[in-house]
């Protein structure tokens, strides 16, 4: 399995970042420099429609050729790459096991039992694989030691790995796209204390994934059909103007944070699409609120202390002052190239393209 599949979450040391979204295709080679990191190349590529159908890979071989222009793009002679399926593709689980079991004992177990309990789909169709994180006590007093346990479905891996081979290159490692992204932010994530819940919210084209992490570990995911797509999908329809998957004009639009009765009024007046927009922000935010109530009631002693918001929804101005308004919790808008200090000319990557970088930096920065 793990010579097919590879590992979802061991280091590697060869290749590069690639990240394969329904609109877009970015790449991205860092290198180690001094006590820190450079950004040596990037490149970001449209997605045509139909390639991509409810966030799976139909068309492996128009994909192929716009990974190998982007990389021919961005001057990259690779061979070997890492890459990310999302976490609607996959499962991830902790697990409490015997603390008495040997490795082998921890693998048969993981692999041929526990992951079978777990999967919504049969053993036989899924590509796992697992980390011992540490032990742990449990209620009883009994010791434990924690696994992570990781799959998805051999479908969705096949299409990724013939994806690449189509394009020349070998599949170095798979992994889930929130776990790139916590690589990207992981500093800022040991500012929090045990006790403490980091909430990474990814808005992405078509869909938001949401991950609470405590302690640098993903403890609940969970993905919502809403994305950058349906906001502007909402906003062009109130102005009578046909849909496009160029989410460009989001990126104008300042998120009001509070509309009132007047304020209604007013925004009806100048732009009838801004409501219709708000009207979507507000589902995503009644789901993110449904998934921290459904994660905080099944957890004792345990405090939110920021929502992060990434990808790239994510920057849309005043979104954080939206979210906070809404959830009373505090919340910040991540950049991925502050987050992790790398030295990048600036005319190559403008203030918009930041916030949707967090996926591939974390991908090339798992390769240095």
């Known amino acids: 399995m793990l010579n097919r599949f590879k590992s979802l979450l061991a280091k590697r040391t060869s290749g590069v970042g690639i990240e394969l979204a329904p609109e877009r295709i970015n790449v991205a080679q860092l290198q180690k420099q001094r006590q820190g990191f450079k950004l040596t190349a990037l490149s970001s590529l449209p997605v045509p429609e139909g390639i991509f159908q409810e966030g799976q890979i139909v068309d492996p071989s128009a994909l192929a050729e716009l990974i190998q222009k982007a990389l021919a793009e961005s001057k990259i002679k690779a061979q070997r790459v890492a890459t990310a399926v999302p976490g609607r593709e996959s499962l991830?689980?902790?697990?409490?096991?015997?603390?008495?079991?040997?490795?082998?004992?921890?693998?048969?177990?993981?692999?041929?039992?526990?992951?079978?309990?777990?999967?919504?789909?049969?053993?036989?169709?899924?590509?796992?694989?697992?980390?011992?994180?540490?032990?742990?006590?449990?209620?009883?007093?009994?010791?434990?030691?924690?696994?992570?346990?990781?799959?998805?479905?051999?479908?969705?891996?096949?299409?990724?790995?013939?994806?690449?081979?189509?394009?020349?290159?070998?599949?170095?490692?798979?992994?889930?796209?929130?776990?790139?992204?916590?690589?990207?932010?992981?500093?800022q994530l040991r500012s929090y204390g045990p006790q403490e819940a980091a909430v990474l919210v990814d808005i992405q084209f078509d869909s938001t994934e949401i991950a609470i992490i405590v302690d640098g570990v993903p403890q609940f995911s969970r993905t919502v059909p809403i994305g950058t797509y349906h906001l502007q999908k909402a906003l062009l329809r109130a102005m009578n103007l046909p849909a496009s998957r160029d989410t460009q004009?989001?990126?104008?639009?300042?998120?009001?944070?509070?509309?009132?009765?007047?304020?209604?009024?007013?925004?009806?007046?100048?732009?009838?699409?801004?409501?219709?927009?708000?009207?979507?922000?507000?589902?995503?935010?009644?789901?993110?609120?449904?998934?921290?109530?459904?994660?905080?009631?099944?957890?004792?002693?345990?405090?939110?202390?920021?929502?992060?918001?990434?990808?790239?929804?994510?920057?849309?101005?005043?979104?954080?002052?939206?979210?906070?308004?809404?959830?009373?919790?505090?919340?910040?808008?991540?950049?991925?190239?502050?987050?992790?200090?790398?030295?990048?000319?600036?005319?190559?990557?403008?203030?918009?393209?930041?916030?949707?970088?967090?996926?591939?930096?974390?991908?090339?920065?798992?390769?240095?």
């Open 92 to 187: 991830v689980r902790l697990i409490p096991l015997p603390a008495e079991l040997n490795d082998q004992e921890l693998r048969e177990m993981v692999l041929n039992h526990e992951a079978g309990l777990y999967l919504p789909f049969p053993r036989e169709e899924a590509d796992v694989d697992y980390q011992k994180l540490g032990y742990l006590v449990d209620e009883d007093g009994i010791e434990k030691v924690q696994v992570l346990l990781v799959a998805t479905r051999k479908q969705v891996t096949d299409t990724y790995i013939e994806t690449f081979q189509q394009a020349g290159l070998k599949v170095d490692v798979i992994e889930i796209n929130s776990f790139a992204l916590i690589r990207t932010i992981r500093e």
């Open 249 to 368: 004009m989001l990126q104008e639009i300042t998120i009001p944070v509070t509309v009132d009765t007047e304020e209604r009024n007013d925004l009806v007046g100048v732009n009838p699409g801004i409501l219709s927009m708000l009207r979507v922000l507000a589902e995503l935010t009644d789901e993110l609120r449904r998934s921290l109530d459904f994660y905080l009631s099944q957890s004792e002693n345990l405090e939110v202390a920021q929502i992060l918001l990434a990808g790239p929804g994510g920057g849309l101005r005043q979104l954080d002052d939206f979210f906070k308004q809404r959830l009373n919790l505090p919340t910040m808008q991540i950049d991925p190239v502050a987050a992790l200090s790398l030295e990048v000319d600036e005319d190559k990557i403008t203030p918009a393209q930041r916030p949707g970088l967090g996926i591939v930096l974390g991908l090339g920065l798992r390769e240095v």
